[in-house]
């Protein structure tokens, strides 16, 4: 072969790519595959369930050409990149107040606190968050707390003294300057904040803190705010139909500007996607496929397609119940229960677990095999006190 024509063979290997796309693939390389995404042990071990990474195709090499894997070159990291699948979880509430900010807050603070404080082991990720507060309810002050509650917790566990004044106060306050958060007032602001978030974070950085830190997740709180709106918008049929709007429609054409945008934002920074969805219209199963004999409670998706199809999980959660006072049951009674009653509500118990009715159906044997051995069978538990949020391992 002439030098000429191999210049020419080599040339035509070379690939342009923007920066962005660039560190995209550095960070997969780099990252590989992360068994824990959120670090948050409980719902890690959902996702893993759900996310089935599948190798790259790999080119043949050229004829006579021997080539030695290198594991600096992302032209041999193939089969890695394709193993680094970013999530994206909608948590729908089974009704109101049913902790699905306050799970989005513990989410939130694990993605921005340091991973460690002197030889206390916080298991934060030290990176960033875009908060995409649609219902106008996402409280710093809220958040503080679950920090605080959060780091004081992982002394107590490691048997360290911690005083507010030897430094707590810094710590909350570097991780609250990455967290970012937009309040869209309609849907067509939700989809170009959306398509603004990357111009912010890579090319503004004298404008934020974080051009250092990885973006860990964006979390869209609520996927429902503008639904009737929307809806109103497409002078679409009643939501609680099971027709959903035309695919031509502006409540259908919207969704798929979210989804696009969402979809680029993970394709830049390789970063989970959490939104809350509101739960409507509950779901009833006619045959029974999961773990347990009969399905928690599972909601109707009242998205479009469009976005159902987007989420690689969805969870369900609710707030533990209180036992009803009995038709029969006299004041004394009530007296004497009552303390009871107020423990359980003071404990501030929450529940969560898989949606295992709607589209359930087309799950294969590895993921319902899955959801038997992981352990709490799909369900998971936390708390919402007043000092913070605990989410149990």
């Known amino acids: 072969m002439s030098a000429e024509a191999l210049g020419k063979r080599l040339l035509g290997e070379v690939k342009e790519e923007g920066l962005d796309e660039l560190l995209h693939s550095l960070r997969l390389l780099y990252e590989r595959y992360r068994p824990s995404q959120l670090h948050i042990p409980a719902l890690d071990r959902l996702l893993n369930i759900f996310i089935q990474p599948s190798p790259a195709p790999q080119q043949q090499p050229a004829e006579h050409v021997v080539q030695t894997p290198n594991p600096h070159s992302l032209a041999d990291a193939g089969p890695l ?223 479009p397609p469009t976005w159902t199809s987007f989420c690689t999980l969805r969870l369900i959660i609710a707030r533990d119940p209180v036992p009803k006072f009995g038709p029969a049951m006299s004041v004394e009674e009530a007296m004497r229960d009552a303390p009871a009653r107020q423990e359980v509500v003071d404990r501030g118990g929450f529940s969560g677990w898989v949606d295992q009715g709607w589209g359930s159906e087309e799950w294969g044997e590895r993921v319902w095999d899955g959801l038997r051995r992981v352990k709490g069978g799909g369900f998971f538990w936390f708390r919402v006190t007043e000092e913070g949020v605990e989410v149990d391992d």
């Open 81 to 303: 990149l394709a193993k680094a699948k970013p999530a994206v979880i909608e948590i729908t509430g089974a009704s109101p107040y049913s902790g699905k900010t306050h799970l989005l807050y513990y989410i939130t603070a694990v993605a921005t606190l340091p991973s460690e404080v002197g030889d206390v082991f916080l298991n934060g990720k030290g990176g960033a968050v875009v908060v995409l507060d649609t219902d106008a309810r996402f409280d710093v002050r809220r958040l503080k707390q679950v920090m605080e509650h959060f780091v004081m917790t992982r002394y107590l566990e490691a048997g360290s003294s911690f005083e507010y004044d030897d430094g707590l106060e810094d710590i909350i306050r570097h991780a609250l300057l990455h967290v970012h958060i937009y309040r869209p007032q309609s849907p067509a602001s939700l989809v170009a904040t959306i398509d603004a978030v990357p111009s912010y974070l890579l090319y503004n950085a004298t404008e934020h803190f974080s051009s250092g830190r990885a973006l860990e997740a964006v979390l869209l709180d609520s996927a429902s705010a503008f639904l009737y709106q929307d809806c109103a918008e497409s002078d679409a049929e009643a939501i609680d139909s099971d027709a959903y709007p035309k695919p031509g429609s502006v409540f259908t054409k919207r969704h798929q500007d979210i989804v696009k945008g969402l979809r680029a934002l993970q394709q830049t920074f390789n970063c989970a996607i959490i939104a809350t969805t509101w739960g409507l219209f509950p779901h009833h199963p006619a045959k029974q496929h999961g773990p347990k004999p009969l399905h928690p409670p599972s909601f109707r998706p009242h998205l």
